[in-house]
């Protein structure tokens, strides 16, 4: 079972979903912001203790105009492992929130066990491009999001039915946000590669072969800068590993992880 609480970490107060048994493990969301308590993370959770923050300016989290890129964010949660007397975790991301994994591990890889990057913005493609969310709706959003939705095991919990006004608002108020954090340049940190080598944590990196959000490509840059990292693509998976294969994801964290 999980549990909801709200944490300050200065004067930002954030909302985290908290569930599982064993050492912990931090999961950070991607612009989508936090789809709450998922099937992979039930079986993860049966491991490991699992913190899912909602970033500052996210979903029910405290607004955070003073916050204005990846690198603060990394910095902020830095801080957020401070105040759970957390010293050492193991740290998951997710698309901006893998970026922000990634920033925080070049910033202090000493507070890091293992890494596990999905699907993440925060590195200028060798070929090809990031896709600009804000051109797309909502709705054309989240076909190119998702390879297959037939194949999707929460697909009608998460997207089956029309959002109510307060989700629409939520929706927008990420929107906003995730435009503060990652417009100029768009989804990038020139400066990140050079960082990255002095990451030597243990890291697996995992994307879907038909994410139409960021190329795969970039997993393969992360690989070649990240110097202990591995990288699996799943075929016929977009860009939302833990939701498009939640039973293949968590088995591939477990695994690497040393708790399958």
């Known amino acids: 079972m999980s549990r909801e609480e709200t944490i300050a970490v200065g004067e930002t107060k954030v909302h985290v979903v908290i569930g599982g048994r064993g050492e912990p493990l931090v999961v950070l969301h991607g612009a989508g912001g936090n789809r709450g308590w998922r099937r992979w993370m039930t079986a993860v959770a049966a491991h490991y203790t699992v913190y899912a923050p909602t970033h500052p300016g996210f979903g029910r989290s405290d607004a955070a105009e003073w916050?204005?890129?990846?690198?603060?964010?990394?910095?902020?949660?830095?801080?957020?492992?401070?105040?759970?007397?957390?010293?050492?975790?193991h740290l998951l991301g997710h698309s901006?929130?893998?970026?922000?994994?990634?920033e925080l591990a070049t910033m202090c890889p000493g507070a890091i066990d293992r890494l596990v990057l999905v699907?993440?913005?925060?590195?200028?493609?060798?070929?090809?491009?990031?896709?600009?969310?804000f051109f797309h709706s909502p709705e054309e959003l989240?076909?190119?999001?998702?390879?297959?939705?037939?194949?999707?095991?929460?697909w009608d919990e998460l997207f089956g039915r029309k959002p109510g006004l307060a989700e629409v608002e939520i929706?927008?108020?990420?929107?906003?946000?995730?435009?503060?954090?990652?417009?100029?340049p768009y989804m990038f940190n020139p400066r990140l590669p050079r960082f990255l080598p002095r990451v030597t944590n243990p890291t697996l990196i995992v994307w879907g072969r038909e994410d139409q959000i960021?190329?795969?490509?970039?997993?393969?840059?992360?690989?070649?800068?990240?110097?202990?990292?591995?990288?699996?693509?799943l075929e016929r998976c977009g860009h939302l590993p833990p939701i498009e294969q939640p039973d293949v994801f968590a088995k591939l964290v477990l695994d690497f992880l040393?708790?399958?």
């Open 67 to 89: 916050m204005e890129s990846i690198e603060d964010l990394a910095r902020f949660y830095l801080w957020f492992l401070d105040v759970l007397g957390l010293s050492r975790v």
């Open 214 to 233: 960021v190329p795969v490509i970039c997993g393969e840059q992360y690989r070649r800068l990240l110097p202990q990292a591995t990288l699996r693509v």
């Open 96 to 102: 901006i929130g893998g970026w922000t994994a990634a």
């Open 142 to 154: 989240l076909r190119y999001n998702v390879h297959d939705s037939s194949t999707v095991p929460e």
């Open 171 to 184: 929706a927008l108020r990420n929107r906003e946000q995730t435009a503060r954090l990652t417009w100029k």
């Open 119 to 133: 699907s993440p913005t925060g590195l200028k493609p060798d070929e090809g491009e990031i896709r600009d969310i």
């Open 258 to 260: 040393g708790r399958a």
